[in-house]
């Protein structure tokens, strides 16, 4: 980070872990235990030696160039068929953030943040279960934000400095993130989840109108038609068919290639 005497927050409950390198942030917390009780901890990594996003895929991160941060919380009372509004609110969290820099930007279902057609936030969000509640949730993200050369074959990748033409300081990026995510976190404690809801809908990519997806059978248009308690995407077809889906289970056909991005 820029300025390692920076303070996210100075509270007795909230730990901030700064590493210059890691395997992935979230392998860290399922194994860091704390000295003292902590209701937030936040480690945050200049890279990672084995990052990686959803379904194994890795993901590309140059060194000291972007934003790479885990973060564990405890969300009880939380019924483990609710648990997809802790994605909800992380993803609003980063959209939030980067919306103060440029228009454009959006959640591509269930949590990735998008600018227009291209990818620029991944998140892997792991619950832990305590019968049917969840004891702890930790939440790895990575925000492309200076990083200007991708090398990997992924095919839409983007930073926030290739969107604004210049380069930001990911300190002021991630005070933001935390800050606006400890507020949704908070409502969801005390069962406020309507407006999380609401906006993750009001800012899902792709919202309006049809657009082209693939499932196990094939190519077809469909327009979205909400997004249940449990993270399942709803999907109206052309035929008024409406179809529900598990991640994995679609893929959206970004218009810049046509081909799947999930």
């Known amino acids: 980070m820029t300025n390692a005497l920076y303070t996210l927050d100075d509270s007795p409950t909230f730990e901030w872990i700064r590493l210059s390198s890691t395997d992935s942030t979230i392998n860290f917390l399922r194994h860091y235990r704390p000295v003292t009780s902590k209701e937030m901890v936040l480690v945050t ?32 009372g939380i019924s ?41 936030c991944g998140m892997l969000i792991e619950n832990t279960l305590a019968g049917n509640r969840i004891e702890e949730c930790i939440l ?18 983007i930073s926030l400095a290739q969107v604004t033409g210049k ?23 005390s069962g406020q989840t309507e407006e999380i809801t609401g906006k993750y809908l009001d800012s899902l990519y792709a919202k309006e109108g049809f657009h082209p997806y693939a ?33 994995k289970e679609v893929s959206f056909l970004i218009p810049t290639d046509r081909k799947p991005q999930i």
């Open 167 to 189: 380069e930001h300081e990911r300190i002021f990026i991630l005070a933001e993130i935390v800050k606006s995510f400890k507020k949704y976190f908070n409502d969801i404690l």
């Open 80 to 120: 483990a068929n609710r648990q997809f509004v802790l994605s909800q609110a992380m993803s609003l969290a980063v959209r939030d953030t980067l919306a103060a820099y440029a228009d454009g930007f959006t959640v591509k279902w269930p949590n990735d943040i998008y600018w227009r057609n291209s990818k620029i």
């Open 215 to 247: 499932d196990a059978n094939g190519t077809f248009e469909a327009r979205i038609a909400g997004i249940e308690p449990t993270g399942h995407l709803l999907l109206s077809d052309r035929q008024g068919i409406q179809r529900r889906y598990a991640f």
């Open 45 to 76: 990594s200049d890279f990672q030696t084995a990052g990686r996003g959803q379904a194994h895929n890795s993901w590309e991160s140059e060194a000291g160039k972007n934003l790479l941060l885990g973060l564990l919380v405890h969300p009880t």
């Open 140 to 157: 790895g993200v990575g925000v492309n934000v200076n990083q200007t050369v991708f090398k990997s074959d992924a095919p839409n990748p």
